[in-house]
């Protein structure tokens, strides 16, 4: 349904706009859904990334929110929240299910690219991550006692994309992204392809 919405909120942009060159500057915010994959493997006490513990990885579907700035036609900032949703967590044989950790970023990024005249821009990011992740058990399991139930851990950002603006207010953007993450139970990131209506003022 999520999906149905988006492409008919895009559909009715592209037969009630006219093409205009885009403002070099402003603020903008945005919405839309990404799809991706989330992987982990667990760490040690050095936080290097091993088999000889759990692994965790699962494909899903999730809300993407950003809002940034341009200063100029080539360089901006640009912040994002995602809910990357719940995955399963097997143990050292990926049989048994033993739990389930729960996953979502605030993002903060240096945004740089190129616009050109009919309202395309292609664009390039790289920034901060702020990581949350909860686990939880099932019964009959265990976390290690380092792991905790709750974590917030610093990450990195990096992402490529492509931007057409149907005028000054209205656009629509694809994007590519990786988010990574290390807590004291898990390595890993998250490597999602978005899906986004940007409105601009």
């Not at 903008?28 to 088999?51: E, K, M, P, R, V």
């Not at 931007?163 to 953007?173: E, K, P, S, T, V």
Request: charged share 15%.
């Amino acid at each position: 349904m999520n999906r149905i919405i988006l492409t008919a909120l895009v559909a009715s942009a592209v037969c009630f706009s006219q093409i205009a060159r885009a403002k070099d500057s402003g603020g903008y915010f945005g919405a839309g859904l990404a799809d991706g994959l989330l992987s982990a493997c667990a760490n040690t006490a050095n936080y290097t990334c091993n088999n000889s513990n759990f692994t965790s990885t699962s494909p899903g579907t999730h809300l993407r929110l950003i809002g940034g700035y341009d200063f100029k036609k080539f360089i901006g900032v640009e912040a994002g929240l995602s809910e990357f949703g719940s995955y399963k967590v097997s143990d050292t044989t990926g049989l048994v299910n033993v739990g389930s950790v729960r996953a979502s970023a605030f993002t903060l990024a240096a945004r740089g690219g190129y616009k050109f005249n009919f309202g395309l821009s292609v664009f390039g990011k790289l920034g901060l991550a702020s990581v949350w992740t909860k686990y939880t058990s099932n019964p009959g399991w265990t976390w290690p006692a380092n792991m905790g139930t709750s974590q917030q851990t610093m990450g990195m950002v990096a992402g490529l994309g492509w931007q057409y603006d149907f005028d000054d207010a209205l656009g629509i953007r694809m994007s590519f992204e990786n988010i990574e993450f290390n807590d004291t139970g898990y390595k890993g990131g998250f490597a999602s392809t978005n899906l986004m209506v940007v409105f601009k003022f």
